[in-house]
């Protein structure tokens, strides 16, 4: 019996495996990386299946590669090194993926959800708002029921609203878009419908009115003959 095979075997006792064939089982890479390792072929091994190996042995993979190193003489220091160095910056690359994968799932994810959840993202601050205005509505007692679960939810994904519904702000075409009336930039507008940035980008505009519009509006209502 080898010395990596033994090696091999302490570290199976461990964590109850009894056989090669459930090591690979287990790992899910083939018999025959595993007989590779028992030869002390650890640089002809690829990182991940050096990665999963470790991961069921219950061992880092600097102490895996630490375990079955090839080196053998003084002679063969210096190469061997230089290979497990090299296999290390590998795995760290491969984590930095692994990483950047996982932060796209993510992503994704809450692009999907977001699209689900849009019809409430943009109705339910507009009846939040006309529900606070009149407390005898029935509805006022729904509102910090959704609201502040909602409120959590977009906080923990980094989202922000661009300004509550009622707020008059300068009009910005990139983060308004006009439902009633015409505007210059800058020109003050009202939020009827609350927009949504997440970091840098824009998820929805908000929708607004132009003040001067309303007013105009209001006032054309109110010399109506009666």
Not at 32 to 37: E, G
Not at 89 to 113: A, D, P, V
Not at 164 to 189: D, F, K, R, S, W
Request: neutral net charge; proline residues 5%.
């Amino acid at each position: 019996m080898s010395n990596h095979t033994q090696k091999l075997q302490n570290l199976m006792q461990r964590v109850n495996i009894p056989s090669f064939k459930a090591l690979s089982r287990d790992a899910g890479v083939s018999e025959r990386q595993i007989l590779r390792l028992r030869q002390g072929k650890l640089t002809q091994m690829r990182v991940d299946v050096l990665l999963k190996l470790s991961q069921v042995l219950k061992i880092s993979l600097a102490e895996l590669i630490e375990t079955f190193s090839p080196v053998t003489t003084q002679d063969d220091l210096p190469r061997s090194q230089t290979e497990i160095e090299a296999l290390k910056t590998e795995y760290q690359r491969s984590q930095q993926q692994l990483e950047q994968q996982r932060e796209m799932l993510i992503q994704e994810f809450q692009q999907s959800s977001l699209q689900l959840l849009e019809s409430l993202l943009l109705q339910w601050p507009t009846v939040a708002y006309k529900a606070e205005e009149n407390p005898q509505l029935a509805a006022i007692k729904i509102v910090p029921l959704v609201q502040k679960p909602l409120e959590r939810l977009l906080q923990e994904w980094g989202i922000e609203a661009i300004a509550p519904v009622g707020a008059e702000v300068a009009y910005n075409p990139q983060m308004h878009e006009l439902i009633e009336g015409t505007a210059e930039p800058g020109a003050t507008v009202r939020v009827r419908y609350t927009g949504y940035v997440q970091g840098e980008k824009l998820l929805y505009r908000a929708k607004v009115s132009y003040v001067g519009f309303l007013t105009f509006q209001t006032s054309s209502e109110n010399c109506v003959p009666s």
